[in-house]
């Protein structure tokens, strides 16, 4: 075996008063004294130790290192790192997926008898998670307008423990105004968690307005090519603590391969969010003009009634928008049908455009009320802008909205 070169501070990158861009590609690595430049993937399952009281004082958290994968991995706390980091976070547990991102919190916050708040502009998996299994834990939950302020506050309980909503909504693209329910949430003594997927920190910053708690999709614009499977839940190192402790007792955590995979979409993401931007803003601009399409809903455009409170929050407005094209589900599946170019497919955040009907894939398990109630019409169709020539996800839109 060769002896590896002793471990130099310069190794290391100083990242002090270091931007966001920065942040972005180097935020999280701790080189070995093999001296790679690119961030190592670890994939193994377990650790060795020196010794049995070294082992016993890294198991009773007396000594730091490393426990079990399930717990604790190198490639993984790379990446939360460096997302802690961009979100402007203490601390961050990554997780198999995004909805359970979202079950490691609410079971590491919430216990029987306590009651949340949620609005109903969530994700339609979201709404499943917490009305087939949470409530099955006794957890009382209170949907409401995304909007409605009055609602929020009128909602709080004196057992009411947290507050959930997205912004902007998944696929209405309604934006909520996140100082304000920050003030509600605090005055309730209530954890306040923000759904950031569509923004991501290159976009949008909650904790900086108020939020507790921010949690991801890193399947989305994290990654940014559609290859795994990811979460992450962003905050106080004393909210994520116990997050840690359900990830580290029932194990939906992530994987080694994925954290290195995400952890390069990160190095890409304020260029990639800038660009999806654009192109969708573009395309909304088109789509507005389109005698077939009857509503556009994106942020971006000065006529979608919280664009102005959009640009006070958001340093972009991100790449998802969603239309309704005259008639109903018919037609909405017509527009769909016809793209030749544009991926049929309910995820988002890839640098491939996608194109889904909400009324039947991602919101399709909800019933007919909760549709009604967060507005998902069967007219809607929901795209998410890639980063192909917007002129050419334009033509493959025409091919149906021209037909109509």
């Given amino acids: 075996m060769s002896d590896l070169p002793e471990w130099p501070a310069r190794y290391q990158a100083d990242l002090s008063d270091a931007e966001f861009d920065t942040l972005a590609v180097r935020a999280g690595q701790l080189r070995s004294p093999e001296g790679e430049h690119s961030e190592a993937i670890f994939p193994t399952s377990s650790y060795v130790f020196a010794s049995a009281a070294e082992a016993a004082a890294t198991f009773g958290g007396d000594r730091d290192g490393n426990v079990y994968s399930r717990y604790t991995n190198p490639t993984v706390r790379a990446f939360e790192e460096r997302l802690a980091a ?7 547990a990554a997780t198999a997926s995004g909805m359970a991102a979202i079950y490691a919190l609410c079971i590491a916050h919430l216990e029987a008898g306590d009651h949340m708040i949620c609005s109903r502009a969530v994700f339609g998996s979201t709404t499943v998670l917490l009305e087939k299994f949470l409530r099955k834990f006794n957890v009382d939950i209170t949907y409401v307008d995304l909007l409605d302020l009055d609602q929020w506050r009128g909602s709080v309980q004196s057992n009411t423990k947290l507050l959930f909503l997205e912004s902007p909504s998944n696929p209405l693209t309604e934006v909520a ?4 329910i920050a003030q509600i949430s605090r005055d309730a003594g ?3 968690v923000v759904d950031n997927c569509f923004c991501t920190p290159a976009a949008q910053l909650p904790l900086a307005l108020g939020a507790d708690l921010v949690v991801h999709s890193a399947t989305k614009y994290i990654d940014g090519q559609g290859r795994c499977l990811g979460g992450a839940v962003v905050g106080s190192q004393e909210l994520i603590e116990p997050i840690i402790g359900v990830l580290r007792s029932a194990g939906p955590t992530m994987s080694p391969f994925n954290a290195w995979v995400f952890l390069k979409g990160l190095e890409t993401l304020s260029l990639r969010m ?3 931007s654009d192109n969708a803003l573009a395309l909304a601009q088109w789509l507005e003009q389109h005698p077939n399409v009857t509503k556009v809903n994106y942020c971006g455009l000065p ?3 919280q664009h102005e409170l959009a640009r006070t929050q958001q340093r972009l407005f991100g790449g998802v928008l969603s239309f309704e094209v005259a008639g109903g589900r018919e037609q909405a599946w017509k527009v769909v049908d016809a793209t030749r170019m544009i991926s049929i497919t309910a995820n988002l955040g890839d640098t491939k455009t996608t194109i889904t009907h909400p009324g039947t ?3 399709g398990r909800l019933t007919d009320e909760q549709r009604d109630q967060a507005g998902i ?4 169709v929901r795209v998410s802008v890639g980063l192909e020539s917007v002129d050419d996800i334009i033509k493959d839109l025409a091919r149906g909205l021209d037909s109509l």
């Avoid at 105004?177 to 304000?180: G, K, P, Q």
């Avoid at 019409?377 to 809607?380: E, G, H, K, P, T």
Wanted: net charge negative; glycine share 8%.
């Fill in 377 to 380: 019409s069967q007219a809607l």
């Fill in 303 to 305: 006529s979608h009634p």
């Fill in 86 to 92: 961009l979100e402007g976070g203490e601390a961050c």
């Fill in 190 to 192: 209530a954890l306040f």
């Fill in 361 to 363: 894939t991602t919101h």
């Fill in 274 to 276: 800038k660009a999806h």
């Fill in 177 to 180: 105004d996140l100082t304000a």
